[in-house]
C-alpha cells in the first residue's frame, strides 16, 4: 500500500488547508490523502488531486482517520485546527495525538508544522518494496511485517504484492512510472530477476532482501541472506554498478543452463524445494546424474561455429561458488562486461563428479580447474544451438528449450551492496576484449 497522509481541518482552516495542498501537490500526489467530508472536497477542487474521502468529522471521520493510524497505514497526520472557534461538532484533536504518539506518526496542528512535516517528506526517499508473498519457507506476513518496520523508519516505503494476475515486472514499472527513488524486491531469484530486467539503464538502485530457496544472486554480490541484514544494507546506502544480460528476450542476473542445469531445475519442484530448501537441488542433482544424455552443441562466438559434444552449458552473467557449473575460470566477474561460459564434456558419470568436485573447489580458491573436458570461454554475447533441443534454466526458471542468444549488458544494473571482490590479477578480463575473444574461440575450435 502507498503511504498515506491524513488531512483534517475546523470549519475556519479549510482554506488555510487548501492553501496549504497547493503549494505542496507536486508532493502530496506521490501519496495516497485521506481527508474528512468536507475537507476531501475543497482539496480536490483547489488542487485536483486525489483524496479519498472520509465521513465528516460530525459522523466519525476522525476516528476513521485513527483506525489507519493504529493500522499503520498512515506515516503523517495534518490536522490544522482552530482552538479558539472549534466548534462542537468539529473533529477533536485529543484522541487523534493520542493515537499518534502512541505511533509514533507526525502530527502537525498548524502551517509552521505543517511545513515541517512537508519539508522533511521531501527530503525523504521515496521507496518501492515488491514483495513476492509465496517465496522462501518461513511465515510471509511476519517477513513483510518485519520488512516494513525496518525501512520506513528512513523510507517512504509503498508496498507491491505480486499475484499470479501481476508479476513483479509489471509491479516494477508501475514503481519506476511513480518516480520511485529505489525499488527493492523480496523473493527468490525469479523475482529479483523480473524486477533487475525493469532496471535496465533507469539508474534507479535495487535493493535486494532475500527469501528464496537458493538466493545466488545476493550470494554472488555478497548481499545478507539475513533480512534484517539485507535492510541495513539498503538503508546503508552503499551501491555497485554491475552487468546484468538478456537471454532470448528476458533479463538475466544470474546465469542460462543448458541440459544438465536446467534438468536438474525442472526435477527440484516446489514441493520438494518447501521440504528441503537448497538440499533439493543437490538431491535432484544427483539423479540427473544418472540420466544425463550428451548432445551435440553448436556454440557461435563473433561470427564463428564450433561444434562438439557436451551434457552441460552454462552461459553466467553472476554466479556464487555454489553454482558449481559456472565456475569454469574459477570465478564469474560481475562487473567486466563479459559472460563468462562453461561448457561441460564429461563421458561418464564418474568424470562428471570429479569434474563438478573440482570446479567447486576452484570456485573456493578463484583459481581456473586445469581439465581436458571442461572448455571455458569469455565473450560478450553467443548463440547456442544443440541437437537435440535442450531444457533450458534462466535464473532459477525454465523458459523452454535451445536454441539461446544471451548477450551481456555491460554496467547495467546499480545494486545496494557491499563493496565487490576484487578479481585477481590473473583473472582480470583482457585489455582488448574482441581480440581476446576470437583468440581464445580458435584455440577451443581446434581443441574441440
Given at each position: 500500500?502507498?503511504?498515506?497522509?491524513?488531512?483534517?481541518?475546523?470549519?475556519?482552516?479549510?482554506?488555510?488547508?487548501?492553501?496549504?495542498?497547493?503549494?505542496?501537490?507536486?508532493?502530496?500526489?506521490?501519496?495516497?490523502?485521506?481527508?474528512?467530508?468536507?475537507?476531501?472536497?475543497?482539496?480536490?477542487?483547489?488542487?485536483?488531486?486525489?483524496?479519498?474521502?472520509?465521513?465528516?468529522?460530525?459522523?466519525?471521520?476522525?476516528?476513521?482517520?485513527?483506525?489507519?493510524?493504529?493500522?499503520?497505514?498512515?506515516?503523517?497526520?495534518?490536522?490544522?485546527?482552530?482552538?479558539?472557534?472549534?466548534?462542537?461538532?468539529?473533529?477533536?484533536?485529543?484522541?487523534?495525538?493520542?493515537?499518534?504518539?502512541?505511533?509514533?506518526?507526525?502530527?502537525?496542528?498548524?502551517?509552521?508544522?505543517?511545513?515541517?512535516?512537508?519539508?522533511?517528506?521531501?527530503?525523504?526517499?521515496?521507496?518501492?518494496?515488491?514483495?513476492?508473498?509465496?517465496?522462501?519457507?518461513?511465515?510471509?506476513?511476519?517477513?513483510?511485517?518485519?520488512?516494513?518496520?525496518?525501512?520506513?523508519?528512513?523510507?517512504?516505503?509503498?508496498?507491491?504484492?505480486?499475484?499470479?494476475?501481476?508479476?513483479?515486472?509489471?509491479?516494477?514499472?508501475?514503481?519506476?512510472?511513480?518516480?520511485?527513488?529505489?525499488?527493492?524486491?523480496?523473493?527468490?531469484?525469479?523475482?529479483?530477476?523480473?524486477?533487475?530486467?525493469?532496471?535496465?539503464?533507469?539508474?534507479?538502485?535495487?535493493?535486494?532482501?532475500?527469501?528464496?530457496?537458493?538466493?545466488?544472486?545476493?550470494?554472488?554480490?555478497?548481499?545478507?541472506?539475513?533480512?534484517?541484514?539485507?535492510?541495513?544494507?539498503?538503508?546503508?546506502?552503499?551501491?555497485?554498478?554491475?552487468?546484468?544480460?538478456?537471454?532470448?528476450?528476458?533479463?538475466?542476473?544470474?546465469?542460462?543452463?543448458?541440459?544438465?542445469?536446467?534438468?536438474?531445475?525442472?526435477?527440484?519442484?516446489?514441493?520438494?524445494?518447501?521440504?528441503?530448501?537448497?538440499?533439493?537441488?543437490?538431491?535432484?542433482?544427483?539423479?540427473?546424474?544418472?540420466?544425463?544424455?550428451a548432445f551435440t552443441a553448436q556454440i557461435e562466438v563473433d561470427g564463428k561455429v564450433?561444434?562438439?559434444?557436451?551434457?552441460?552449458?552454462?552461459?553466467?552473467?553472476?554466479?556464487?561458488?555454489?553454482?558449481?557449473?559456472?565456475?569454469?575460470?574459477?570465478?564469474?566477474?560481475?562487473?567486466?562486461?563479459?559472460?563468462?561460459?562453461?561448457?561441460?564434456?564429461?563421458?561418464?558419470?564418474?568424470?562428471?563428479?570429479?569434474?563438478?568436485?573440482?570446479?567447486?573447489?576452484?570456485?573456493?580458491?578463484?583459481?581456473?580447474?586445469?581439465?581436458?573436458?571442461?572448455?571455458?570461454?569469455?565473450?560478450?554475447?553467443?548463440?547456442?544451438?544443440?541437437?537435440?533441443?535442450?531444457?533450458?534454466?534462466?535464473?532459477?526458471?525454465?523458459?523452454?528449450?535451445?536454441?539461446?542468444?544471451?548477450?551481456?549488458?555491460?554496467?547495467?544494473?546499480?545494486?545496494f551492496a557491499p563493496p565487490l571482490l576484487a578479481a585477481p590479477t590473473a583473472m582480470?578480463?583482457?585489455?582488448?576484449?574482441?581480440?581476446?575473444?576470437?583468440?581464445?574461440?580458435?584455440?577451443?575450435?581446434?581443441?574441440?
Amino acid at each position: 500500500m502507498t503511504p498515506t497522509i491524513a488531512l483534517l481541518a475546523h470549519d475556519t482552516k479549510k482554506e488555510t488547508m487548501a492553501v496549504f495542498t497547493r503549494k505542496y501537490a507536486a508532493l502530496l500526489a506521490r501519496y495516497r490523502l485521506i481527508a474528512t467530508g468536507i475537507t476531501a472536497q475543497r482539496i480536490q477542487e483547489a488542487t485536483g488531486l486525489a483524496v479519498e474521502a472520509l465521513l465528516p468529522g460530525a459522523m466519525g471521520g476522525d476516528v476513521q482517520i485513527a483506525a489507519e493510524v493504529v493500522a499503520g497505514n498512515v506515516i503523517a497526520v495534518i490536522f490544522l485546527v482552530d482552538q479558539a472557534y472549534a466548534r462542537p461538532h468539529e473533529p477533536a484533536l485529543q484522541g487523534l495525538l493520542r493515537v499518534c504518539e502512541l505511533h509514533n506518526v507526525m502530527l502537525a496542528t498548524n502551517l509552521a508544522t505543517a511545513d515541517v512535516i512537508a519539508a522533511s517528506l521531501r527530503d525523504t526517499r521515496s521507496a518501492h518494496l515488491i514483495f513476492n508473498p509465496i517465496s522462501g519457507q518461513g511465515n510471509s506476513q511476519q517477513a513483510l511485517l518485519t520488512i516494513r518496520q525496518l525501512l520506513t523508519v528512513e523510507l517512504h516505503l509503498t508496498i507491491h504484492l505480486t499475484t499470479t494476475e501481476v508479476g513483479a515486472e509489471h509491479l516494477a514499472q508501475t514503481a519506476i512510472a511513480a518516480g520511485a527513488d529505489l525499488i527493492i524486491v523480496s523473493g527468490g531469484d525469479g523475482t529479483v530477476s523480473a524486477v533487475a530486467g525493469a532496471l535496465i539503464g533507469t539508474n534507479i538502485p535495487l535493493g535486494v532482501i532475500p527469501r528464496g530457496t537458493a538466493n545466488a544472486f545476493a550470494v554472488a554480490l555478497g548481499i545478507p541472506v539475513n533480512t534484517q541484514a539485507a535492510c541495513q544494507t539498503i538503508l546503508a546506502g552503499m551501491t555497485q554498478v554491475v552487468d546484468i544480460a538478456r537471454c532470448n528476450g528476458l533479463p538475466m542476473i544470474l546465469l542460462a543452463g543448458i541440459g544438465f542445469e536446467a534438468e536438474t531445475v525442472e526435477k527440484a519442484s516446489r514441493e520438494v524445494k518447501d521440504r528441503f530448501g537448497p538440499l533439493a537441488y543437490i538431491l535432484a542433482g544427483a539423479q540427473q546424474l544418472n540420466e544425463q544424455q550428451a548432445f551435440t552443441a553448436q556454440i557461435e562466438v563473433d561470427g564463428k561455429v564450433s561444434e562438439f559434444q557436451a551434457a552441460a552449458i552454462t552461459i553466467a552473467n553472476a554466479a556464487p561458488p555454489t553454482s558449481v557449473l559456472a565456475q569454469g575460470f574459477g570465478q564469474v566477474i560481475v562487473n567486466d562486461g563479459l559472460l563468462e561460459v562453461t561448457i561441460g564434456a564429461a563421458q561418464t558419470r564418474v568424470q562428471a563428479i570429479a569434474a563438478m568436485l573440482q570446479l567447486f573447489g576452484s570456485a573456493l580458491i578463484r583459481v581456473a580447474p586445469n581439465r581436458e573436458d571442461i572448455i571455458c570461454l569469455r565473450t560478450k554475447q553467443l548463440k547456442v544451438t544443440t541437437n537435440p533441443p535442450q531444457k533450458v534454466v534462466l535464473d532459477g526458471e525454465i523458459i523452454g528449450t535451445t536454441p539461446v542468444e544471451v548477450e551481456c549488458i555491460p554496467a547495467g544494473l546499480t545494486v545496494f551492496a557491499p563493496p565487490l571482490l576484487a578479481a585477481p590479477t590473473a583473472m582480470a578480463a583482457p585489455a582488448a576484449p574482441p581480440a581476446s575473444i576470437e583468440d581464445n574461440a580458435e584455440e577451443w575450435f581446434q581443441e574441440s
